[in-house]
């Protein structure tokens, strides 16, 4: 507790910063659920391309705020965060997340989907890690659909070679990934 007070104290404007971009964020995705209901409900086939584009472009501009919110974390926030915490202070917070409830196994394949193409192997080995000791109850689940998450270019999200070496680490057979992906839904396509 002193420790989230003591960051606070040392860095007033990185929070109101960093969660100005998250309300932003927050807004938008009203917004686009709004969009994509009109989209649907139009009848007009011109009027539903137009609406499309800009849902589309909207996105894209998201996309690029988002890179930028993300190295804005990465390279403001967390440096603050190693320099005021110890490793076991920040993976104590960590593992909280990853024991929420509402941090579901698809909730953990969608964070890794969009965090996972920014990042090498070894931060993916180091990511499944953490859910693996945090919170072992989800991790199958949650490394299944990672494992077999699609981009919707059909690329996959990680290599058949990083799926196996990560296979490997954890002693997971094909078959247990391929029974925690059918039982989870968890199909990224």
Known sequence: MAGR??????HKFIIPFVEADHAKHDGLFSAW??????????VDIEVKKQKGYQFYLSFREF??????????????????????YTDEELKAVEAKTYQMV????????????ALFPYMDVHD????????HQ??????????????HAQADDGTSALSEIEVNQLMKQFSVDEATLMKHNSDTKLHHE
Do not use: C, W
Request: glycine share 2%.
């Open 63 to 84: 996309e690029a705020d988002n890179m930028r919110h993300l190295n804005d974390e990465e390279m403001v926030v967390m440096p603050e965060l190693q320099r005021l």
């Open 124 to 131: 993916h080995k180091i990511f499944l890690e953490d859910i």
């Open 33 to 42: 659920i709004s969009a994509l209901t009109e989209i649907a409900d139009d």
């Open 102 to 113: 509402e941090m579901t196994p698809e909730a953990m394949v969608g964070m890794m989907a």
């Open 5 to 10: 007070y003591r960051f606070y104290r040392e």
């Open 134 to 147: 945090a919170a072992p109850e989800k991790f199958l689940p949650a490394f299944s659909g990672i494992a």
